[in-house]
């Protein structure tokens, strides 16, 4: 049986592709990237379709109501770039509430880079522009790809240091004046 670290750290892309992908490389398997995804993948979904029936997903403090503020300006283009896959991302942001209509996601589905996902997401808003982005996550690798790319990072939560940190999305205005 093979078994996938999970000491994230370790691995060069920090997606649900990019894991399958070092995964591949790092034990030396005979299948394509697309041939274990079309495995692992439906798997995973109901592991984690199960796992939200059981506990379903919590909103981070605040969040719905300053995703919906972003979205209702006029000011503000909103997408979510994100390692997951879209499916399991989707099913997530459900539980917790969100209308994933309105998002636009994009995912591990995409690319197994997390910066290029990044730069997927901006170029499916259609901006071509060199406009001032703002990225907010709560990892050590989303401080890495946002150094990479020269972008605006703001840190949720309490798991990494970061000079532009929340806790929660629990007061707006506190939130948006990182919004560049």
Sequence with gaps: MLEIST??????FVTDRGILKTFIEQQDLKCSLAELESIVKPIFIRNVQQAIE???AKEVLGAKNFVSHLLDSDKY???IATGGWGETARIKLESAGFNVEKLEITSSNDHFSRIKIMQLAK???NQTGDYPITYFGD???????CEQLAVNIVIVGSRVNHHQRIQNFS?????LRFVK
Excluded: F, I, T
């Excluded at 000491?7 to 060069?12: E, L």
């Excluded at 990892?139 to 790809?145: F, N």
């Excluded at 007061?171 to 939130?175: D, G, P, R, T, V």
């Design 54 to 56: 059981v506990s379903p």
């Design 139 to 145: 990892a050590e690798w989303d401080l890495k790809a």
């Design 77 to 79: 283009v909103v997408s």
């Design 123 to 125: 170029s499916k808003m």
């Design 7 to 12: 000491d994230w750290g370790c691995y060069p």
């Design 171 to 175: 007061c707006l205005e506190s939130a």
